[in-house]
């Protein structure tokens, strides 16, 4: 058992890496989405899906 550990660390270690990047990407996310920031960062003026974003916050 041992052996297979250290044969798979550095399989494991760049997993572990990998998976934090993605937590943190989609975590960014959620949190931009709750502060009504927009995903693509060139703003809505011109979007044709900006109704589908931002209908909970038009007036």
């Given at each position: 058992?041992?052996l297979s550990?250290?044969?798979?660390?550095?399989?494991?270690?760049?997993?572990?890496?990998?998976?934090?990047?993605?937590?943190?990407?989609?975590?960014?996310?959620?949190?931009?989405?709750?502060?009504?920031?927009?995903?693509?960062?060139?703003?809505?003026?011109g979007c044709?899906?900006?109704?589908?974003?931002?209908?909970?916050?038009?007036?």
């Amino acid at each position: 058992m041992p052996l297979s550990i250290t044969v798979n660390l550095p399989t494991m270690v760049i997993a572990g890496i990998v998976a934090a990047l993605f937590l943190a990407i989609v975590i960014r996310g959620i949190v931009k989405h709750r502060r009504g920031e927009t995903g693509c960062g060139c703003g809505c003026s011109g979007c044709p899906n900006s109704g589908l974003c931002h209908s909970a916050k038009k007036k």
